[in-house]
């Protein structure tokens, strides 16, 4: 499956962004999805993951009740919601797919990247 990420841009602190991410090329209904951020001189990190069934969230602490992670599987299509940002959620945000959930949170397995979007909080 081929990730196309979009939706990011600059925003003052307390802001809010929606990210988007089109599947191709692939039964997206199949797989986990999640999404990752790197920040500038730091690791990918992990952000937020769904089930592909349950639909179960599953997010980073510090995310918690600000992001949303949705999918729509008719559009194959990921998104993250991401309400009152602060300026330590700047980071280029990456989409993820993955067939196995217990690797979804692993950015070191994961099988399925997209090409990252920039999200820029200013203070």
């Known amino acids: 499956v081929q990730l196309q990420a979009s939706g990011g841009g600059l925003v003052q602190a307390g802001g809010s962004l929606r990210l988007s991410c089109a599947a191709s090329e692939g039964s997206f209904n199949t797989y986990h999805v999640g999404w990752f951020r790197q920040a500038p001189g730091k690791e990918r990190e992990f952000v937020a993951a769904?089930?592909?069934?349950?639909?179960?969230?599953f997010y980073k602490d510090s995310v918690k009740g600000r992001f949303t992670i949705s999918r729509d599987n008719t559009k194959s299509t990921m998104y993250l919601q991401m309400n009152n940002l602060k300026p330590e959620d700047t980071a280029v945000y990456y989409c993820a797919a993955d067939s196995r959930w217990a690797d979804i949170a692993n950015a070191g397995r994961i099988a399925y990247w997209g090409q990252g979007t920039l999200v820029t909080v200013s203070s």
């Open positions: 769904s089930h592909l069934t349950t639909r179960t969230p």
